[in-house]
């Protein structure tokens, strides 16, 4: 029998994984599961990084449990619609089913450095309704 070469080392897979030999790569960073979108407020989502600064690029919305004719969302640095405004309210009529996916870039890719991004819904869907949300963009730090 010819004898197999090791493989290597065991890995593991995490959900959206940034292995990248460089910071300075289009990557996840913020994500929240099920937002409820048929409440206005905020729903925290903490940054992946906690290296310094980054510049959104685009906001993902993906799993939609209904679909979304009234709801709309926004991305802000600051909860209650405080701080930077990385991406405005905008409909989410797009996502109107749960296979739909949709990738709206970022009114404000300007360096920020914060530790969590707040995704607020702005208007109520008017009935039960969550997605989930991803916000994609480069880090702008170096590796030490």
């Not at 619609?81 to 309210?89: P, S």
């Not at 995704?119 to 989930?132: E, H, M």
């Amino acid at each position: 029998k010819p004898i197999m070469a090791n493989p290597g080392p065991a890995s593991t897979t995490t959900n959206h994984p940034s292995n990248l030999a460089t910071n300075q790569a289009y990557r996840l960073l913020a994500s929240a599961q099920g937002v409820n979108l048929n409440s206005v407020g905020d729903t925290v989502a903490a940054m992946l990084n906690d290296s310094g600064n980054v510049s959104v690029q685009d906001v993902i919305v993906a799993n939609a449990s209904v679909n979304l004719t009234t709801a709309q969302l926004a991305v802000y640095t600051g909860a209650g619609a405080t701080g930077t405004a990385i991406k405005t309210a905008y409909a989410l009529t797009g996502n109107s089913a749960t296979d739909k996916v949709v990738v709206t870039a970022a009114d404000d890719t300007d360096a920020i450095d914060v530790d969590k991004l707040y995704i607020r819904c702005t208007t109520a869907q008017g009935a039960a309704a969550t997605a989930d949300v991803f916000i994609y963009g480069y880090d702008l730090t170096f590796l030490s």
